[in-house]
């Protein structure tokens, strides 16, 4: 063999070798982390140990544990600091955290979106230092889903509708539809949230299903499509339409009578009403003188009055005319005859 071609074959299996010596090699850009799900919003619970790890508690004279977004993110952010010798209280807890020293374990309290990353753990041991590390995926659990039917036509009997299955809430979703009875799934491939079917009279009790999944929770809903295209339950809907319409113009005929009947009123009061007239009093002033001789009379004392003045209060009626009457004042005089 030629000791070229042989020295070159050498150099190839050392750079091979070492290649895979350095991929494999744990470095934080490459360890391998195991990937923990959790619903966002509530309390997810994360080990933070292993079977190694675990035996090397005992020798551990510090515990550390940090996140980053990413695991190559050079600087990361403090969880817990903890100090074996002094006790199980750490030294350090961020806020939103509980730490299990009794099993290892790192609780993310009402978990938000900014606790997503990758947590590491570090163990402190007097010459060594080992590491541990998770990855956290916080997903928004789905809600039910609603299907709505998107369009649909008939002819010769058979209905097409193209149906939509969509969620309020969730992310990453996925969808399946399916057939009550059958076994394989009814959607495409690509997991849409639409549907398409041709239906007959003779799927008229078929009952389809949309599935909503996540990689944390799923919901359900189903679906009848004959109801929807079968021509007797279109001439319901549009009786329906029309029943409504009719109800709702005679409801507003019937309201629109009542106030103008009111208004009628109202003014009819106006015209007829006249002010009760506060009743009067009339004042008449007699007088009556007393009898005597038909002799000259000596004049009368100017501080006397040989009259005596009578004061009568009648009250008037009310007149008819609108017009206000104004206070009559009647004076007479009156003479008894001589005795």
Not at 185 to 193: G, L, R
Not at 243 to 264: H, P
Not at 276 to 288: D, F, H, N, P, W
Request: aromatic share 8%; glycine share 6%.
């Amino acid at each position: 063999m030629d000791p070229k071609r042989g020295l070159l074959s050498l150099n190839v299996l050392l750079f091979l070798s070492l290649a895979f010596e350095l991929s494999c090699t744990p470095g934080e850009g490459s360890m391998n982390c195991p990937k923990v799900l959790g619903r966002l919003g509530s309390s997810v619970l994360l080990p933070l140990t292993s079977e190694g790890i675990s035996k090397s508690m005992n020798k551990s004279v510090r515990i550390l544990v940090s996140m980053a977004e990413s695991p190559v993110h050079k600087i990361k952010k403090k969880i817990v600091s903890l100090d074996l010798p002094e006790g199980s209280s750490p030294r350090y807890l961020e806020d939103g955290y509980a730490f299990h020293l009794e099993n290892m374990s790192l609780s993310v309290l009402e978990s938000r979106g900014e606790d997503e990353g990758w947590y590491f753990m570090s163990l402190e041991e007097n010459v060594s230092v080992q590491q541990f590390c998770l990855q956290l995926k916080l997903y928004e659990q789905v809600s039910t889903p609603e299907i709505k039917v998107l369009n649909f036509t008939r002819e010769n009997g058979n209905c097409s509708l193209m149906l939509a299955c969509m969620v309020e809430k969730g992310d990453h979703v996925t969808y399946s539809w399916s057939q009550e009875g059958d076994v394989a799934p009814t959607s495409p491939a690509n997991s849409s949230h639409l549907l398409f079917l041709n239906l007959g009279p003779e799927h008229a009790d078929k009952v389809y299903s949309c599935t909503a999944n996540n990689p944390i929770s799923n919901r359900s809903q189903t679906f009848i499509p004959w109801s929807r295209c079968s021509p007797a339950s279109s001439e319901s809907r549009q009786w329906g339409l029309y029943a409504g319409l009719l109800l709702g113009g005679i409801i507003g005929v019937i309201m629109t009578l009542q106030v103008v009947i009111l208004l009628l009123r109202r003014r009819g009061k106006t015209n007829t009403y006249q002010p009760a007239m506060e009743a009067k009093s009339l004042t008449i002033y007699a007088q009556v003188q007393k009898p005597g001789s038909f002799q000259k009379k000596p004049d009368p004392l100017p501080a006397q009055d040989p009259c005596t003045t009578i004061y009568v209060a009648a009250t008037e009626p009310v007149p008819e005319p609108v017009q206000e009457s104004s206070s009559i004042t009647v004076y007479a005089s009156v003479t008894l005859p001589e005795s």
